[in-house]
């Protein structure tokens, strides 16, 4: 059986990043993925995912701080730009909970923010029809991340750095006692295991089938009739706090993209469709044409697994009967901005190196608990709007 320093299973966002950050500690890796690198089956493709600090908790506006240099970084190694910064907009208005902790935690981490009143607002963003009470935080260090190009760097980085890539690999089975996995292509055994598995974490740690929720997401393409008002440069990504609608601008397709938060059914990773069901491209046209007036045509619509904890926190602690196999789940919708870092902090836990991956709120006691959401999210907005 061929040994390893560490088997990573995974080459998600949390997988590629984690194998990358374990290569450049010297560590011999092994990474195991199911499908081809990229693939589009599960959380970590297609062409982008919001970049921002703006989060109402400020444990996670650090993480994404820490997260921007690891990005530069893996720029700077790669000579490739996968993080693009045009600002971000958080539309709310006083009062609105979420909305108000955004702004207190923006302040309390000292990231630049500005807060915009309604007619501040229009002025600088007149394609939006919003209420006469409607604010914004601005905030220029927002943007977009590349996701499935970031995948296929990271691991391009590390398999130049040394680890080891199988793909079209199952890990079947996890042994603990030994630390070692059965898998379709053989079995091998390392000093640890990182499971990075995605929407299929239930699969190979049963004990959280009933735990994790994972709900099919849809996100939507839209072209405008006039799209030059809608790049980069003149709208901004953006997250509305009233319904949980995020968007992006005209870049890469010549449309808008929209996507409603946590708005997905129930599925299973091995049954679910790919399909976007009519009802949420209705939901999301209509939605564009109450808050952006235009003349909306459907150009592409994706679907993508969320893997929600009952708290939306991710998941980073060890296994319940093997403190050599490590749990890594960064998702509940939010989970690649911080992909670049995350691998950085895996790879300094396996090392003994303290860091944000002992933050009491990733453990599973934590993360699995009912109705601890604290993030914005439907929980959230409804009580808010109870
Ligand atoms: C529609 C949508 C919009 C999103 N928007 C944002 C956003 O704007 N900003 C943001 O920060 N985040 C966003 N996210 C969340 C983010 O994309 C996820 O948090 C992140 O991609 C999760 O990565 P992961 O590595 O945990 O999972 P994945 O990328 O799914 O990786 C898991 C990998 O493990 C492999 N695997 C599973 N089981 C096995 C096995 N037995 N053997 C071998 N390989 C296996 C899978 O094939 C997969 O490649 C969004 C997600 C979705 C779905």
Redesign the pocket.
């Given at each position: 059986m061929q040994f390893f320093d560490v088997i990573v299973?995974?080459?998600?966002?949390?997988?590629s990043s984690t194998a990358l950050a374990l290569s450049k500690r010297g560590q011999r890796v092994l990474l195991?993925?199911?499908?081809r690198v990229p693939?589009e089956?599960?959380?970590?493709h297609g062409h982008?995912?919001?970049?921002r600090f703006a989060y109402d908790d400020p444990d996670y506006a650090r993480l994404a701080m820490r997260s921007l240099s690891a990005w530069r970084q893996l720029e700077l190694e790669t000579q490739e730009s996968v993080l693009h910064l045009f600002g971000g907009l958080d539309l709310g208005f006083a009062g609105n909970p979420s909305f108000e902790r955004t702004a207190q935690t923006m302040s309390e981490v000292g990231a630049v923010y500005e807060r915009l009143n309604s007619s501040q607002l229009k002025a600088r963003y007149p394609q939006w029809n919003l209420a006469d009470n409607a604010e914004a935080l601005f905030s220029p260090e927002a943007g977009i991340?590349m996701?499935s190009r970031s995948?296929e760097l990271m691991v391009a980085q590390a398999r130049k750095l040394g680890a080891t890539l199988l793909e079209d690999?199952?890990?079947?089975e996890i042994d603990l006692e030994n630390t070692a996995v059965k898998?379709n292509q053989g079995d091998f055994a390392a000093s640890q295991i990182v499971v990075?598995?995605?929407?299929?974490l239930p699969?190979?740690v049963p004990s959280l089938k009933a735990k994790l929720e994972v709900t099919l997401?849809?996100?939507m393409y839209f072209a405008p009739k006039d799209v030059s008002v809608f790049t980069p440069a003149r709208f901004p990504i953006f997250i509305d706090h009233n319904s949980l609608a995020?968007g992006f601008p005209a870049q890469g397709l010549p449309g808008v993209k929209l996507?409603l938060h946590q708005s997905g059914s129930r599925t299973d990773v091995e049954t679910r469709g790919f399909e976007v069901p009519q009802q949420a491209i209705s939901r999301a046209k209509t939605w564009l044409e109450t808050h952006l007036p235009e003349d909306w045509r459907l150009i592409q619509a994706r679907t993508?697994?969320?893997?929600n904890t009952p708290s939306h926190d991710f998941i980073l602690d060890t296994h319940l009967n093997s403190s050599r196999v490590l749990l890594?789940?960064?998702?509940?919708?939010?989970?690649?901005?911080?992909?670049a870092y995350f691998g950085e902090m895996v790879a300094d836990k396996l090392l003994g190196i303290p860091n944000e991956f002992d933050l009491p709120r990733f453990k599973l006691s934590n993360a699995l608990q009912k109705g601890s959401a604290k993030l914005l999210s439907r929980e959230i907005l409804e009580q808010a709007t109870a």
């Open positions: 299973i995974g080459a998600g966002a949390a997988g195991l993925e199911q499908f693939h089956r599960g959380s970590s982008s995912r919001i970049f991340v996701p995948v690999c199952v890990v079947q898998t990075a598995a995605g929407a299929w699969k190979l997401e849809s996100v995020y996507g993508c697994l969320y893997t890594v789940s960064p998702c509940s919708g939010h989970g690649f901005k911080f992909a």
